[in-house]
Nanobody, 111 residues
Framework: VRLVESGGGLVQPGGSLTLSCVGS????????MQWFRQAPGKEREWVAS????????EYADSVKGRFTISRDNAKNTLYLQMNNLQPNDTAVYYC?????WGQGTQVTVSS
């Protein structure tokens, strides 16, 4: 199992970013996929989840209405569209399947 995130970067408050996570080594379409994040000095926290058929997704209250999780099973890719980013969204973002984690991608929100 391999998960590789990309798309992080530096963005100003109010800006947007889209993260991607490409999965390999397993049947991507059959699994619930999730995004987590970890800010400096804080515990890793759950951000969003999406089931295999994309019909159900859930969000942490802190990102609800600003972030959108989606997936393209044909491309084995998970996405996180992040809008209206704020400084407290600064963190390393990870995709996760069961106990498998990617290496993370850094998102920094700063003016």
């Amino acid at each position: 199992v391999r998960l590789v995130e990309s798309g992080g970067g530096l963005v100003q408050p109010g800006g947007s970013l889209t993260l991607s996570c490409v999965g390999s080594g397993f049947a991507f379409s059959g699994y619930l996929m999730q995004w987590f994040r970890q800010a400096p000095g804080k515990e890793r926290e759950w951000v969003a989840s999406i089931i295999s058929t994309s019909t159900i997704s859930e969000y942490a209250d802190s990102v609800k209405g600003r972030f959108t999780i989606s997936r393209d099973n044909a491309k084995n890719t998970l996405y996180l569209q992040m809008n209206n980013l704020q400084p407290n969204d600064t963190a390393v973002y990870y995709c996760m399947r069961d106990s498998y984690w990617g290496q993370g991608t850094q998102v920094t929100v700063s003016s």
